[in-house]
């Protein structure tokens, strides 16, 4: 019997451990593909589940807002729900669009003011009118009166809008500009949950407004780019749109400023603040709000940017990050609240209050002016 032999030696077909070898990739390779399979078809289970759940039409504010053609949307005026957040949590927005179950007039001579600007976190999603951190500053000081101007939904952008068109004119000693870290990204966006907003470019450095008026847009519409927005969930359309946009030489329509160009603009806007305080002779406090378990890099060199900015413009910095991160375990997840939302519960607002009122009455600015109200 004639024996074929290979140039190397072998016997003609693979040897054993050749084969052994081939066998090991296929199943490696069949194995992978399995996973593979497992974790798309997942993946749009899941995004199916997502949304045959979603019932709400737009954003979580969406009952108690209006369209608005500078800061896209607004809280209605006169909205009352007892059972906003459960039974007997209460939302009442007065006529001028502020949390609050008392109207706010131009002025009130005998008490001291105090505007709290910002997004869902100072709104007080979830929570009681009564129970929001803003409101909480009345605790600790019977002169104190508190006007809540905070949003769901706001960008950074949008609260700046909002504060200048609807707070500045009143009277308030004090001026809380609050935000999470999502704010100043958010600043990066022409649209947010479905629907189109206001934005900043910069132009030779400095910020110039966009898209206003705001185009209006239906609910439906908005419901169906969010929708657009959860497929963005899969992988492979992550990965059609990046060859799409590579191919057009482009990004996302929805995103008109880079991250460095949105931490620029949030600095130019709290610049323009600090200096309308100054012109009213007011006390602007900026106050950076913890907004998830934890923390992250690139919130880290966020903070970081803003301390060193707005130190060398002498403007009023409160990091409540780092003293959130302190807490124990069981204190920390104690501060928000256990529903998807991730707001700040009850005791959460309440250590906010606590935090923000301690460097307030240790300002000898606003000491002095209420040492100057008659005492209650």
């Not at 009345?138 to 706001?154: F, K, M, Q, S, V």
């Not at 470019?201 to 847009?217: A, E, H």
């Not at 602007?284 to 130190?311: I, K, M, T």
Request: glycine share 8%.
């Amino acid at each position: 019997m004639r024996v074929i032999m290979s140039q190397n030696g072998e016997t003609g077909g693979r040897s054993p451990h050749r084969r052994r070898l081939l066998t090991g990739f296929a199943i490696a390779a069949i194995t992978v593909g399995i996973l593979a399979l497992v974790e798309g078809l997942t993946g749009i289970a899941l995004l199916v589940r997502d949304l045959s759940r979603e019932t709400r039409p737009g954003l979580p504010s969406r009952r108690h807002s209006d369209a608005d053609t500078l800061l896209g949307w607004i809280n209605t005026p006169g909205f009352r729900d007892p059972d906003m957040y459960g039974p007997r949590i209460a939302l009442v927005i007065n006529a001028r669009s502020m949390r609050d179950a008392e109207e706010a007039p131009d002025s009130e001579p005998a008490v001291l003011r105090i505007v709290c600007a910002g997004d869902s976190f100072t709104f007080g999603v979830d929570v009681g009118d009564d129970d929001t951190w803003c409101a909480g500053l009345e605790h600790y000081d019977a002169r104190i009166r508190t006007l809540n101007l905070g949003h769901p939904g706001y960008g950074f952008d949008q609260s700046y809008l909002h504060y200048r068109r609807n707070g500045e004119a009143l009277e308030h000693a004090v001026h809380i500009f609050a935000f999470i870290p999502d704010d100043i990204r958010r600043i990066r966006l022409s649209r947010f949950a479905g629907y189109d907003k206001p934005y900043y470019t910069l132009s030779d450095g400095v910020p110039q407004l966009r898209n206003v008026p705001v185009p209006r847009m239906s609910g439906f519409s908005a419901a169906l780019h969010r929708r657009r927005e959860r497929l963005d969930d899969l992988h492979i359309v992550q990965l059609a749109r990046r060859l799409s946009a590579r191919m057009r030489g482009s990004v996302e329509p929805e995103r008109v400023n880079s991250d460095a160009d949105a931490r620029e603009i949030a600095v130019a806007l709290m610049d323009s603040l600090g200096a309308s305080a100054r012109e009213h002779d007011r006390i602007a406090v900026f106050v950076l709000l913890e907004q998830v378990y934890g923390s992250n890099s690139q919130n880290d060199e966020l903070a970081a940017v803003l301390r060193e900015e707005l130190a060398r413009r002498g403007l009023t910095f409160l990091d409540l990050r780092a003293e959130v991160r302190r807490l124990p375990a069981d204190s920390l997840e104690a501060m928000f609240d256990r529903t998807a939302s991730g707001h700040y519960s009850v005791r959460g607002h309440e250590r906010v209050a606590a935090s923000v009122w301690r460097m307030l009455d240790g300002m000898a600015a606003l000491r002095s002016r209420l040492a100057a109200l008659p005492a209650h």
